[in-house]
């Protein structure tokens, strides 16, 4: 026995003097780099040829350093601090309203009802001619983006050209604080089954999303289903994902857990009240922007096997962050730990290409259980239990997108129907003529597959004279074709075309909730939420019920 208790004592020194020894080259590590590091930006600064301004060599490297981690990690220095602020501030602060740039012209956009500029009187459309006085020449959508932007209480002034009227009109707006709404829809959508939409998880999102679920009951007292739809959230507050858990899991249950390398700062979150519903058949829609709140939401019921998760699996964002005064009204925003759901996994992804995770095969993705035993993945976002494909854009569609035409065309047929009275589902856009019509009269274009390399082939043999007179009645004849294409492309893709006309305008008439009521009309997935929630045999199945 004593000869154990001394092996034991031997192998305890042994360890601590181990662990000693490896804290001692850690720190020997960071010392030599620090020195090493310095002693390459006293030099450059020194010795290289042209002037260096020494502030944005500096910037440089601590950003490359911080970027090498994971795309949330960031340095923000003293002259980012203030727009940093304000740009990840829960709130919006400014007048209410975006900015799309087209041409060398700022429109304004995404106009929020509520806002400075909406009470105003301004319109999605109206033109900006100057800012405070100040000409846009040479300015980006971002650099207008900030100037609207600012402390609540300060004012902006914006001379511009009204879209309705094309008069110029002079504007000094208040900046605010404008609430977002979180829930900006919420109904029926199919006989006994609800739908509630959240944006983002910001403050009331729990309280929004209950009166919402009361509102639908007060609707139907024989609700049989509920969509709650995530699509596009990027997340938010923490304590909200877990109080949403909690409308619909019992209490005392676990819902996230945050792990870093600091043990004593780890926390486990738990529902702490009494649930809204614990039976309501549940579906939870997400896509590839669903993120962190979205993802710890989804996962959590997907865990619990209290919802189907259906659409896409999730962005992959599972980290938690802090930001740290670093000296010099300096910060630095650092991943500290990372979040853990009930069955174990981790959401966050693995590995990452132009900032956004990549997505790992689920054949080198951990496996884990819910708690009705059937498999889940960890290492990139939650995988839907109902799969559903994401409709690739056209190039057409990406051409009307990325040129703002569908925006422009909606100005123009705003001039002449300036409002809508009644319920905006009944919209309904009847004038594809005079949409195709202006596409003629403007600057629109764009190429199907396959029409660049024509293109450089037409060049080619028009170099050649040898070729050029025996080939030309053919390139002719593929030219022709490439045109019929697109008229016959327009065709193909009318009905979505329209959709996405009917979207802007009925943005402009009531908002986003306006936009979300249309969105719905043509929706695929809560179609195909609509028929699970009726198929219950299949709706438990897929939850693994026994």
């Given at each position: 026995m004593?000869?154990?208790?001394?092996?034991?004592?031997?192998?305890?020194?042994?360890?601590?003097?181990f662990?000693?020894?490896?804290?001692n080259?850690?720190?020997?590590?960071?010392a030599?780099?620090?020195e090493?590091?310095?002693?390459?930006?006293?030099?450059?600064?020194?010795?290289?040829?042209?002037?260096?301004?020494?502030?944005?060599?500096?910037k440089?490297?601590?950003?490359a350093?911080?970027?090498?981690l994971?795309?949330?990690?960031n340095?923000?220095?003293?002259s980012?601090?203030?727009?940093y602020?304000?740009?990840?501030?829960?709130?919006f602060q400014?007048?209410?309203?975006?900015?799309?740039?087209?041409?060398?012209?700022?429109?304004l956009?995404?106009?929020?009802?509520?806002?400075?500029?909406?009470?105003?009187g301004?319109k999605?459309?109206?033109?900006i001619?100057?800012i405070?006085g100040?000409?846009?020449?040479?300015k980006?959508?971002?650099?207008?983006?900030?100037?609207?932007?600012?402390?609540?209480?300060?004012?902006?002034?914006l001379?511009?050209?009204?879209?309705?009227t094309?008069?110029?009109?002079s504007?000094?707006?208040?900046?605010?604080e404008?609430k977002?709404?979180?829930?900006?829809?919420?109904?029926?959508?199919?006989?006994?089954?609800?739908?509630?939409q959240?944006?983002?998880?910001?403050?009331?999102?729990?309280?929004?999303?209950?009166?919402?679920?009361?509102?639908?009951?007060?609707?139907d007292?024989?609700?049989?289903?509920?969509?709650?739809?995530?699509?596009?959230?990027?997340?938010g507050?923490?304590r909200?994902?877990?109080?949403?858990c909690?409308?619909?899991?019992p209490?005392g249950l676990?819902?996230?857990?945050?792990?870093g390398?600091?043990?004593?700062?780890?926390?486990?979150f738990k529902?702490?009240?009494t649930?809204?519903?614990?039976d309501?058949?549940?579906?939870?829609?997400v896509?590839?922007?669903?993120?962190?709140?979205?993802?710890?939401?989804?996962?959590?019921?997907?865990?619990?096997?209290r919802a189907?998760?259906l659409?896409?699996?999730?962005y992959?964002k599972?980290l938690?962050?802090n930001?740290?005064?670093?000296g010099?009204?300096?910060?630095v925003k650092?991943?500290?730990?990372?979040?853990?759901?009930?069955?174990?996994?981790?959401?966050q992804?693995v590995?990452?290409?132009?900032?956004?995770?990549?997505?790992?095969?689920?054949?080198?993705?951990s496996?884990f259980?819910?708690?009705?035993?059937?498999?889940?993945?960890?290492?990139g976002?939650?995988?839907?239990?109902?799969?559903?494909?994401k409709p690739?854009?056209?190039?057409?569609?990406?051409?009307f997108?990325?040129?703002k035409?569908?925006?422009?065309?909606?100005?123009?047929f705003?001039?002449?129907?300036p409002?809508?009275?009644?319920?905006?589902?009944?919209?309904?856009?009847?004038?594809f003529n005079?949409f195709?019509?202006?596409?003629?009269?403007?600057?629109f274009?764009?190429?199907?597959e396959?029409?660049?390399?024509?293109?450089?082939?037409?060049?080619?043999i028009?170099?050649?004279?040898?070729?050029?007179?025996a080939?030309?009645?053919?390139?002719?004849?593929?030219?022709?074709?490439?045109?019929?294409?697109k008229a016959e492309?327009?065709?193909?893709?009318?009905?979505?075309?329209?959709?996405?006309?009917?979207?802007e305008?009925?943005?402009?008439?009531?908002?986003?909730?306006g936009?979300?009521?249309?969105?719905?009309?043509?929706?695929?997935?809560?179609k195909?939420t609509?028929?699970l929630i009726?198929?219950?045999?299949?709706?438990?199945?897929?939850?693994g019920?026994?």
């Open positions: 004593k000869k154990l208790k001394i092996a034991g004592f031997s192998l305890l020194i042994l360890t601590s003097i662990a000693f020894t490896v804290e080259d850690r720190l020997f590590e960071i030599k780099n620090m090493l590091y310095a002693s390459v930006y006293k030099m450059l600064n020194v010795h290289y040829v042209d002037e260096i301004d020494p502030n944005t060599l500096m440089t490297g601590i950003d350093m911080v970027s090498s994971d795309p949330y990690t340095y923000i220095t003293e980012q601090v203030q727009s602020r304000i740009s990840d501030d829960d709130k400014g007048i209410g309203a975006s900015v799309f740039k087209i041409g060398k012209d700022f429109y956009s995404n106009l929020l009802e509520g806002g400075s500029a909406q009470e105003a301004l999605a459309g109206d033109r001619l100057n405070n100040s000409s846009l020449d040479a980006s959508e971002n650099d207008v983006i900030s100037l609207l932007r600012g402390a609540p209480g300060t004012t902006v002034s001379l511009l050209v009204s879209n309705e094309g008069k110029e009109m504007y000094s707006l208040k900046r605010d404008v977002i709404s979180n829930v900006p829809h919420s109904d029926l959508v199919a006989d006994g089954i609800g739908y509630i959240l944006t983002t998880f910001t403050e009331n999102s729990t309280v929004n999303i209950s009166k919402a679920f009361k509102s639908l009951k007060e609707k007292e024989n609700l049989k289903g509920l969509m709650l739809d995530l699509r596009q959230n990027g997340g507050l923490l909200e994902a877990v109080s949403i909690n409308l619909f899991i209490k676990e819902v996230v857990t945050t792990k390398k600091l043990r004593d700062k780890d926390n486990v529902t702490m009240s649930p809204e519903d614990l309501i058949p549940l579906v939870v829609l896509d590839d922007r669903s993120a962190s709140a979205s993802e710890i939401v989804s996962g959590v019921l997907q865990d619990y096997d189907v998760i659409g896409q699996r999730t992959g599972g938690v962050q930001i740290f005064e670093i010099y009204n300096s910060r650092v991943t500290i730990s990372k979040y853990y759901i009930p069955s174990g996994r981790c959401i992804g590995e990452y290409a132009n900032g956004d995770p990549v997505n790992i095969p689920d054949d080198k993705r496996k259980k819910t708690k009705n035993g059937r498999v889940v993945l960890d290492g976002g939650v995988t839907p239990d109902q799969k559903m494909v690739e854009l056209s190039n057409l569609m990406k051409a997108k990325d040129q035409t569908i925006f422009m065309y909606v100005n123009e705003m001039k002449k129907n409002s809508f009275e009644g319920d905006i589902t009944s919209f309904n856009f009847s004038e005079k195709t019509e202006f596409l003629q009269k403007s600057n274009s764009y190429k199907l396959g029409e660049d390399h024509f293109e450089n082939l037409n060049a080619s028009d170099k050649a004279a040898d070729l050029k007179g080939m030309s009645s053919n390139l002719k004849a593929i030219g022709e074709q490439f045109k019929s294409s492309d327009l065709k193909k893709h009318k009905d979505e075309i329209i959709h996405e006309i009917e979207k305008i009925a943005s402009r008439y009531r908002f986003e909730k936009k979300s009521q249309i969105n719905l009309r043509n929706d695929i997935e809560v195909e609509i028929s009726n198929d219950q045999v299949k709706f438990k199945n897929l939850l019920a026994k």
